[in-house]
């Protein structure tokens, strides 16, 4: 381990250790107070699955930027970023452009559309059971996909503030995380899960706004200058700032870009925790705002992780940041403690501050996770399959509480595996999974006047067990002693890292075929009732 790490490391073990602990209690108290006074409002299914529909424009905007903001983009960026330069500010790029593809296509009529989750969409003009069956599926194993870089990000910052080397240390404290998400969800719902994004949208934009001005500060606002410096400081040279250092060395790679491009764009127009924020909103406008709000923020946010990134490359010796993280995951704290300098006070300051914040958008990212798997768990498969309609909301939303708890302890275990992965690669295989399976069945049902039950189960299934197969047998998994979640075994025969490419096809393919070869007809007449609700609102909830 660096010098610099040694005094870290020391630092946290002596006088700055209380500092961080309250930093971070302040915080979870905090948020604790605001998921209890939102349990107490919480009364009908509505309240907690949407909120009670209540949510303005601007506030949906800012819970979902505080939904999308997360672990990935603050940690896994700065850190791809600041290890391969230009190819780790792609991911960047491919989570913004992302949201127009939202915008455009998905938002407005999903809202007009659904109730609760995107099974209601899909059963509106389908068989009920078989489609909510599959929505529910998907929607859990994205949501569980996604949480494993959460998971995996809460491991790697609470292990570098506190000092916790061994493995144990960080599976405690990644079980830590898995409780606190089953507590807000279970007594907050939508409402109190919305207030904590809403609360850590702000503190995330501002500990960004703020380590961007001091990086731009230590340069004196020269951007040619940090970018310069920090290809310098990286050891790359020139080739630091140019494409390929990461995506360009050989043909897979090239490919593995493409498909995490088409994964990171495709993706967020399927990802369940931002589909259900469009259902907290009164209206469809509110839902296309929202969107709009939603879009500025992010977008600001994602051209600030060029500072940050960048800065931790001109700062730090990239085997400090490997030292502490291999996939520097902590660049982003060990920027702030190098920006107020390492064996000061300042530095222990902005540290702790700083990793409060990240910490902050790993819990209300896996509470917004959870709610929605939970919630597409009690609402699709418990009332409307199980049930056959007849459960009571009372039943609903405890089945919805129990969901939660077993999604808990499964995203616990997963995130203990993972805790060594670049938490923005591990974000950009769920894009792939929602882009997969979620994505060509919702299009298809909104666009799709053909499209029938067994299009939507080929699809959903189809691209679902092709993503999730391919990962399985991919580098992710096994095969790279240093970032792999399986060390010291290799049964990977697929070689990119992101299934994209490849299943993404496969989804919109298999809605095709499975529509074709299906004897039933498309009900015309539900499609047309849905076409006019889902571009108009009439009818809408």
């Known amino acids: 381990m660096s010098p610099a790490l040694n005094v870290l490391a020391a630092q946290e073990a002596s006088e700055h250790r209380p500092l961080i602990i309250s930093l971070f209690a302040v915080f979870v108290l905090a948020t604790l107070v605001i998921t209890v006074w939102a349990g107490r409002q919480t009364k009908s299914a509505s309240d907690f699955y949407a909120g009670g529909r209540q949510f303005t424009a601007f506030q949906n905007g800012l819970a979902v930027s505080g939904d999308y903001m997360s672990a990935a983009s603050f940690l896994g960026i700065a850190g791809a970023i600041a290890l391969f330069g230009y190819d780790g500010f792609l991911y960047s790029i491919g989570f913004l452009v992302a949201w127009l593809v939202a915008l455009l296509l998905v938002a407005e009529p999903l809202r007009n559309s659904g109730r609760y989750t995107m099974g209601d969409v899909l059963a509106y003009r389908m068989r009920q059971r078989p489609v909510r069956t599959a929505a529910g599926t998907s929607t859990i194993v994205v949501s ?144 296309r705002k929202s969107v709009n709000w939603a879009i500025g923020i992010i977008g600001a946010f994602y051209l600030m992780t060029i500072a940050l990134g960048f800065g931790a490359a001109a700062l730090i010796k990239p085997a400090e940041i490997i030292a502490s993280n291999p996939a520097g995951n902590t660049a982003a704290p060990l920027l702030a403690l190098h920006l107020g300098g390492v064996d000061s006070n300042w530095g222990a300051i902005l540290l702790a501050s700083i990793s409060a914040v990240a910490f902050a958008t790993i819990l209300a990212v896996v509470a917004g996770l959870t709610l929605a798997s939970s919630s597409s768990f009690a609402h699709d498969i418990y009332a409307n399959v199980i049930k056959k309609g007849k459960a009571s909301e009372k039943d609903e939303m405890k089945a919805a509480r129990w969901a939660t708890v077993f999604i808990g302890i499964v995203s616990i275990g997963l995130g203990a595996l993972a805790r060594d992965l670049n938490v923005a690669g591990l974000v950009a295989l769920a894009f792939a999974v929602a882009a997969s399976a979620n994505l060509p069945t919702i299009l298809y049902s909104l666009f799709w006047k053909r499209f029938n039950t067994n299009g939507a189960l080929w699809s959903i299934y189809g691209g679902l067990f092709t993503a999730v197969f391919l990962v399985l047998f991919s580098p992710v998994v096994s095969g790279n002693p240093k970032t792999s979640m399986f060390k010291g075994v290799d049964f990977h025969w697929f070689p990119l890292e992101n299934p994209g490419i490849i299943s993404i096809p496969v989804g919109f393919l298999f809605g095709i ?10 009900d015309k007449g539900k499609y047309a009732e849905l076409e006019v609700r889902s571009l108009t609102g009439t009818g809408a909830h």
């Open 144 to 287: 569980i996909f996604y949480l494993l870089a959460q998971m995996a990000g809460a491991g790697v910052l609470v292990s570098l503030l506190l000092g916790i080397t061994s493995d144990a240390g960080k599976i405690l404290i990644v079980a830590l995380v898995g409780v606190l998400m089953i507590v807000y969800v279970t007594i907050g719902g939508m409402k109190g899960t919305t207030w904590v994004q809403m609360v850590k949208a702000v503190l995330l934009i501002a500990g960004a706004i703020l380590l961007t001005f001091l990086v731009l500060l230590k340069f004196d606002f020269n951007v040619s200058d940090l970018l310069g410096t920090a290809a310098e400081n990286s050891g790359k040279g020139a080739p630091f700032l140019e494409p390929g250092l990461k995506y360009g060395a050989t043909a897979t790679s090239k490919i593995d870009f493409i498909s995490l491009g088409i994964a990171l764009v495709l993706g967020t127009a399927g990802l369940p925790h931002i589909l259900i924020r469009f259902y907290t909103v009164p209206t469809a406008k509110a839902a």
């Open 513 to 522: 075929i499975g529509t074709y070869v299906a004897r039933e007809k498309a």
